[in-house]
């Protein structure tokens, strides 16, 4: 960098083209600023000298009497020009160069919204593109104009002009950062608070602080779950119990159903003997039929209690996945069985007698003229 050169101590001959000298604004135009430097003619500073940034006018930054150090551009006998904005750049490039090469995280103010990202003042700009801005989508960065945000140089390039910033990369650090703490802090058999954050065949990812872990299906709930979708939402608050760390590999194994309370427990105050209740039959054994009462909760109908009539096997009256109705004749809760009956709901069909011998019909007398006495009567005497 060009040592400033004090004007009130040089001689013309002492100004040369790529000093930086200190001047005192004299004159502010729309689309320029006289300058005096010490030299025989004010200096000319364009607004476009001025900032590294699209300035719309030049009072906008610049007041007479401010004190400001500027480059000289171009030096004719008549004709001097300068510039704030390489001056500004060059004071810049070292820090930034700094800040670079030691990842340093610093605060900026958003000076601009353009297509494509942000735009901020280094003293050269900055730009921050869109896609680095958050961790996730925004549909409109108005409202980020004047607002302050940290960040990190990911890419620089002093030829080009060129510093591409990052705030995601601020915010994907400090989440790295909130992972390890997690992954330390968590305990084998905690109970935690979680968020749903996605959904997969096998189950369901939940973030707990920071770090998600998976609910494998079969631990979503105590019943049988075909997807998990049919048990949890993305965005739902759940409580999860953790059944496994491994910090090495960043994994975590959690349940839903080891927070919530057994099937059975549920049945308590849901079934009782004598009660009539609809079930689904589930499973046909050779002695019997399992039928689903509650989610988890299944009772036995032996093959006695299906029908009244006697039957081989079950299947000769019941189907799986039938809905029917059961009585429950007993239940165990501290053995989850229950025993229900399906014909106690029935009534018995009329039994059926053997076949008695007839009766000897009676021969009315008014249409043979004869009784029954004496058609028989004197085969009766034979046996007197």
């Known amino acids: 960098m060009v040592e400033e050169v004090n004007h009130e101590m040089a001689s013309f001959d002492a100004i040369g083209v790529g000093d930086v000298v200190n001047g005192k604004v004299t004159k502010v135009e729309e689309k320029h600023a006289l300058v005096d ?9 364009p607004i476009s000298e001025l900032s590294s940034l699209h300035v719309e006018k030049v009072s906008d930054m610049l007041h007479e009497g401010d004190e400001i150090s500027v480059k000289v551009t171009k030096l004719e006998d008549d004709e001097l020009v ?25 605060s900026v103010e ?23 801005v958050e961790r996730h989508f925004v ?17 620089l390039d002093r030829e080009k002009r060129k510093v591409i910033l990052s705030h995601r990369a601020v915010l994907d650090e400090e989440a790295d950062q909130k992972k390890i703490e997690t992954l330390q802090g968590i305990k084998e058999g905690s109970v935690l608070e979680g968020t749903v954050q996605r959904l997969t ?22 019943y049988h779950v075909e997807t998990p979708s049919e048990v949890v939402s993305e965005g739902d608050k759940v409580k999860v119990k953790v059944l496994s760390v491994d910090p090495a590999n960043e994994r975590i194994s959690l349940s839903i159903k080891a927070t919530q309370p057994g099937p059975w427990e549920t049945a308590k105050s849901k079934i009782n003997a004598g009660d009539v209740l609809e079930g689904t039959v589930k499973r046909l054994v050779p002695f019997g039929a399992f039928v689903e009462l509650l989610p988890g909760v ?27 109705k059961v009585k429950v004749l007993d239940v165990n809760f501290d053995e ?19 076949e008695q011998p007839a009766e000897t019909p009676e021969i009315e007398e008014a249409t043979t003229g004869f009784s029954l006495g004496d058609m028989i009567g004197d085969q009766l005497k034979k046996y007197k």
Do not use: C, M
Request: aromatic share 6%.
């Open 37 to 45: 430097v010490g030299y025989k003619v004010d200096g000319i500073l």
């Open 82 to 106: 300068l510039s704030k904005r390489e001056v500004d750049a060059d004071r810049a490039w070292g820090d930034l160069e700094a800040k670079f090469n030691e990842k340093t995280t610093f």
């Open 201 to 222: 065949d096998f189950g369901a990812f939940v973030d707990i602080g920071g770090v998600d872990g998976l609910v494998h299906i079969s631990q979503l709930a105590h």
């Open 298 to 324: 299944e009772g036995l109908v032996h093959i006695s209690e299906i029908s009244h009539d006697h039957i081989g096997t079950p299947e000769e009256v019941l189907s799986e996945n039938q809905q029917i």
């Open 336 to 354: 989850q069985r229950v025993s229900l009956s399906i014909k106690a709901l029935e009534e018995p069909k009329a039994e059926n007698h053997a």
């Open 139 to 155: 549909e409109d960065f108005s409202d980020y104009k004047g607002k302050p945000l940290d960040v990190k140089i990911v890419e």
């Open 110 to 132: 958003i000076a601009d919204v353009v297509k494509g990202g942000l735009v901020v003042d280094l003293g050269v700009r900055g730009f921050i593109p869109a896609s680095l």
